[in-house]
T-cell receptor, first 112, second 112 residues
Framework: EADIYQTPRYLVIGTGKKITLECSQTMGHDKMYWYQQDPGMELHLIHYSYGVNSTEKGDLSSESTVSRIRTEHFPLTLESARPSHTSQYLC???????????FGPGTRLTVL | GNSVTQMEGPVTLSEEAFLTINCTYTATGYPSLFWYVQYPGEGLQLLLKATKADDKGSNKGFEATYRKETTSFHLEKGSVQVSDSAVYFCALSGYTGNQFYFGTGTSLTVIP
């Protein structure tokens, strides 16, 4: 079944740790996105990719980095986590054009 | 530029009440329009969509009509249930891949 996956679903870590949030999709979509969702619900685009070896920063400045080595995989890395990184992170993919985005279940990150 | 303006919440309704969540947009060209729903602890799910003027999207008793003359895409449901309690996002997609814009979300609580 075509889907989009995120792991882990929940993560609690200490300040200064390096973490990678995983996102994979089986739909063959070229376009993938990372959003940060604040407690007030609003979504903020932090990274996107149009395809393999393509990555761009989004509207919200983020200290995270991403890579796109394979079409299906779009991991997000924080080199040194801080309490200000505590948030919900949502991954999405799309075939592009006027089509919708498909979302993963999200990763709830808490940095102590 | 493109943008989506969504009715602010939170909205609290009694079961079987009529629901309207307003959404207006600004866009160049002819975007596609979407409503997403987010249940607690989950990612966003596509609820319905419309791809051209006067199209009506519908799903699970929810409806929205793409009104180009009023640049609106209001979400309606005739009789809400407790299980409809969630956050609802209006969104639009232009043709270029990163032109996907979300409203700020409207929280709905339905009480028995």
């Amino acid at each position: 079944e075509a889907d989009i996956y995120q792991t882990p679903r929940y993560l609690v870590i200490g300040t200064g740790k390096k973490i990678t949030l995983e996102c994979s999709q089986t739909m063959g979509h070229d376009k993938m996105y990372w959003y940060q969702q604040d407690p007030g619900m609003e979504l903020h685009l932090i990274h996107y990719s149009y395809g393999v070896n393509s990555t761009e920063k989004g509207d919200l400045s983020s200290e995270s980095t991403v890579s796109r080595i394979r079409t299906e995989h779009f991991p997000l890395t924080l080199e040194s986590a801080r309490p200000s990184h505590t948030s919900q992170y949502l991954c999405a993919s799309s075939p592009g054009g006027y089509n919708e985005q498909f979302f993963g279940p999200g990763t709830r990150l808490t940095v102590l | 530029g493109n943008s989506v303006t969504q009715m602010e919440g939170p909205v609290t309704l009694s079961e079987e009440a009529f629901l309207t969540i307003n959404c207006t947009y600004t866009a160049t060209g002819y975007p596609s329009l979407f409503w997403y729903v987010q249940y607690p602890g989950e990612g966003l799910q596509l609820l319905l969509k419309a791809t051209k003027a006067d199209d009506k999207g519908s799903n699970k008793g929810f409806e929205a009509t793409y009104r180009k003359e009023t640049t609106s895409f209001h979400l309606e449901k005739g009789s809400v249930q407790v299980s409809d309690s969630a956050v609802y996002f209006c969104a639009l997609s232009g043709y270029t891949g990163n032109q996907f814009y979300f409203g700020t979300g409207t929280s709905l609580t339905v009480i028995p």
